[in-house]
């Protein structure tokens, strides 16, 4: 969502060090920004990077929170919405404040806060120093910052790794694992969702939920009065079969598709569901992760700062 106006600028001091968490899988190719060509940047700003080279198998969320607990006041997530998802995830609860340099496909976080794609725009930003307090997504106390869904879509990851890995990382790849996936037919889920103390029973492909008023407006959909009232956009797929399924997908990725029609809508600060798995594989911001059940979603407010070109005066996003 766009800003209003900006803040004025609270310059990073010269003296300060800030702390890279960079993966180096993110983005596509001869985008991705070279680690000296960022070192540069900050040292440009009068800021000394400590740029930390992210593995596969590393624990983002712990190696953020880690650096919070040695004093680290700015940390900078470097990548894709699921790097930036793990950064977050450490942090939120602590003192430190996270810088954003969006390296991914889609970059919906950065989008939404108005923080440029390219490197030295988004080092820019950082070194200005405008602080904003941002709600985040919850499910089973994993954060997510724009959403979370059980059903088809951590499914669909999995289909776009492989995709990836021989075509190359593009929008493209990502729309083809979605149809790929769902020409399968996936089982379907059996729910009870509980909101408000009201529970009902539902049987569904996808139960997609949302926190970011951005992704649902690049998507074509509603839900965004939820999040400016300061709740989740639960998006509720239909029981039906292979055709459509194929439908609800195409209708998505087109930004057609209609409540009550290609989905149910529910606004939620919190909600509880349950299923008769003991875990289901969960996806949040496009990492994939296997959950015990029951579920706890909702939205926490005031849990991260971010740094944005807007500061506190953006608007929802």
């Keep these: ?12 001091p010269q003296t300060m060090r800030v702390h890279v968490l960079m993966n180096l899988k993110s983005g596509r190719g001869s985008e991705k ?3 000296q060509d960022l070192e540069d940047t900050f040292a440009a700003h009068g800021i000394t990077a400590e740029i930390i080279r992210l593995k596969p198998k590393d624990d983002i969320s712990a190696r953020a929170a880690q650096l919070a607990r040695e004093g680290a006041e700015l940390i900078i997530a470097a990548g894709g919405d699921g790097t930036i998802c793990g950064v977050a995830s450490g942090l ?6 996270m810088g954003v340099i969006p390296l991914g496909t889609f970059n919906y976080f950065g989008r939404s806060l108005n923080i440029p794609e390219t490197a030295a725009e988004a080092i820019a930003v950082i070194a200005a120093n405008r602080r904003k307090t941002i709600p985040v997504g919850v499910i089973n106390d994993r954060v997510f910052l724009n959403n979370t869904s ?3 879509y951590p499914q669909i990851l999995r289909t776009r790794e492989t995709v990836y890995e021989r075509w190359g990382r593009s929008r493209i790849a990502a729309y083809w694992s979605v149809l790929k996936t769902m020409m399968r037919l996936p089982r379907r889920l059996k729910l009870k969702i509980t909101v408000d103390g009201d529970t009902r029973e539902v049987k569904t492909s996808l139960l997609f939920a949302v926190s970011n008023a951005f992704q649902l407006e690049q998507m074509g959909l509603e ?8 709740k989740l956009a639960v998006l509720i797929a239909p029981n039906r079969g292979r055709l459509g399924l194929l439908k609800n997908g195409l209708a998505l990725m087109l930004g057609r598709a209609q409540r009550d029609h290609d989905f149910e809508l529910l606004c939620a600060d919190r909600m509880h569901i349950t299923c008769k798995r003991k875990s289901l594989l969960v996806a949040r911001d496009g990492e994939r992760t296997r ?5 706890e979603l909702e939205m926490r407010q005031g849990a ?5 070109p807007d500061g506190e005066d953006g608007g929802i996003r």
Excluded: H, N, R
């Design 1 to 12: 969502m766009q800003a209003t106006m900006a803040s004025e600028p609270q310059t990073v």
């Design 150 to 152: 059980l059903g088809i």
């Design 223 to 230: 839900g965004i009065k939820c999040i400016e009232q300061g």
């Design 33 to 35: 920004p070279q680690i």
């Design 291 to 295: 959950i015990s059940g029951p579920f």
């Design 304 to 308: 991260l700062t971010v740094l944005t």
């Design 92 to 97: 939120v609860g602590t003192d430190a404040a």
